[in-house]
């Protein structure tokens, strides 16, 4: 008996070692997942929960995509946000090309503010901002302290393309903008 015991003994205490080690891998696996950080919110879930269909939330994913591209530096905050240091950026997920019009937009106290057919910039930094495909004629308000002058660069970002003065709003044609300061 004492001989058959032993094996089995023996195996009893292999499977517990192996137990313990299982553990202490997951242990280890577990803190390192943990130091790493958060994993990226999943901002398509969000808007899928506050009423999206997953068709419009995927759309709304790839335009927030789009808008991070065009200005590189920014962090995705919301299913519908983009934050830079300097410039918010509003993405309407039901706006659509098809039905915008150039209307006057609201804007912040100390912001100008611009409107794509799609989403909505609001810079309060001054600061040059390099732009990447601005087509078309987009309602701005420009909502700054009085007397400030926003301005749009050419290419070369030295030619000035387009200007404005504060306090006043209307409708800019953007397409040759590549360079924007709002001061």
């Known amino acids: 008996m004492q001989v058959e015991s032993k094996p089995r003994s023996l195996k009893l205490r292999m499977l517990a070692l192996v137990a313990a080690f299982a553990m202490l891998v997951g242990a280890l696996v577990g803190s390192t997942a943990q130091a790493a950080g958060p994993a990226e919110p999943d901002f398509t879930a969000e808007a899928i929960a506050s009423g999206l269909t997953p068709d419009q939330a995927a759309e709304l994913q790839k335009r927030i995509d789009d808008v991070l591209a065009s200005i590189p530096g920014g962090t995705q ?19 659509s090309e098809s039905d915008y019009s150039a209307s006057a937009i609201s804007c912040p106290q100390y912001y100008f ?19 990447t495909n601005w087509i078309g004629t987009w309602p701005y308000n420009n909502n700054q302290s009085s007397g400030t002058v926003a301005r749009a660069y050419a290419s070369n970002g030295s030619t000035v393309v387009w200007s404005n003065t504060a306090k006043s709003s209307g409708n800019a044609y953007v397409t040759p903008w590549w360079y924007f300061r709002p001061c």
């Open 77 to 95: 905050i919301s299913p519908t946000e983009v934050a830079y240091d300097g410039l918010d950026v509003i993405v309407d997920p039901y706006a």
């Open 113 to 131: 503010c611009i409107n794509s057919p799609t989403t909505n910039y609001q810079f309060y930094k001054c600061q040059t901002w390099e732009l």
